[in-house]
């Protein structure tokens, strides 16, 4: 079964600070990644996704995220945080053959202070 | 105003009870998920459908139970042979199995 793993649970940050959060997989074949974010008191919601084409994909907010084949990863990135960025993120894989079911991550907890 | 409604938001049951988690989507989706997030682990697949009925046990589906009676509802369960119930629990829906996955609000079950 494919697993994704993402270090580095709690994250704090000051505004303006860089974010990196890496996701590695063990899928071998073709997937689909996602992001997705979790605000306090809100519903889970896509942040990007990567299914094909351009390895960098750009979501709302000014995340972006890189695909890395040679190293299953796919890192999120965002040069500039903000305090409305406070969220917990999530990672997710679904194998593109095979039994399609969306692994997640365990997720990273970003504090962002003013 | 189409989306995922998970109901209710909050929910008491005492230990031995069954308790039924509602989700309804009016997405006209084909797949449907249950998920249970637990702080630090993640969501954890319990159930999912790719169609009516049809369901599939996902990785922790032990002491749940699913129908799929119709489209756009896909009930969860809560037996009394779970072992720790008390779980914050996610309904999704994508359009078919591999695609987007949109997510309701939740419900917070607790077990006394």
């Known amino acids: 079964a494919q697993s994704v793993s993402q270090h580095n649970h709690h994250v704090i940050l000051s505004e303006a600070a860089s974010l990196e959060l890496g996701c590695n997989y063990s899928?071998?074949?073709?997937?689909?990644l996602f992001w997705y974010v979790q605000y306090p008191g809100q519903h889970l919601q896509l942040l990007l996704k990567?299914?094909?084409?351009?390895?960098l994909v750009k979501g709302i907010k000014g995340f972006e995220a890189e695909f890395i084949k040679s190293k299953f990863s796919f890192n999120l990135r965002k040069p500039s945080v903000q305090w409305s960025d406070t969220a917990e993120y999530f990672c997710?894989?679904?194998?593109?053959?095979?039994?399609?079911?969306?692994?997640f991550g365990k997720g990273n907890q970003v504090v962002v202070i003013p | 105003d189409g989306g995922i409604t998970q109901s209710p938001k909050y929910l008491f049951r005492k230990e031995g009870q069954n308790v039924t988690l509602s989700c309804e989507q009016n997405?006209?989706?084909?797949?449907m998920y249950w998920y249970r997030q637990d702080p630090g682990q993640g969501l954890r697949l319990i159930y999912y459908?790719?169609?009516?009925?049809?369901?599939q046990k996902g990785d922790i589906a032990e002491g749940y139970s699913v129908s799929r009676e119709k489209k756009e509802s896909f009930p969860l369960t809560v037996t009394s042979a779970q072992k720790n119930p008390t779980a914050f629990y996610l309904c999704?829906?994508?359009?078919?199995?591999?695609?987007?996955?949109?997510f309701g609000q939740g419900t917070r079950l607790t077990v006394v």
């Open positions: 997405l006209n989706h084909d797949a």
């Open positions: 459908s790719q169609i009516v009925n049809d369901f």
């Open positions: 990567y299914f094909s084409g351009d390895p």
């Open positions: 999704a829906s994508s359009l078919s199995l591999g695609k987007v996955s949109f």
């Open positions: 899928y071998g074949g073709t997937v689909n």
């Open positions: 997710a894989v679904i194998p593109f053959y095979g039994n399609n079911r969306l692994a």
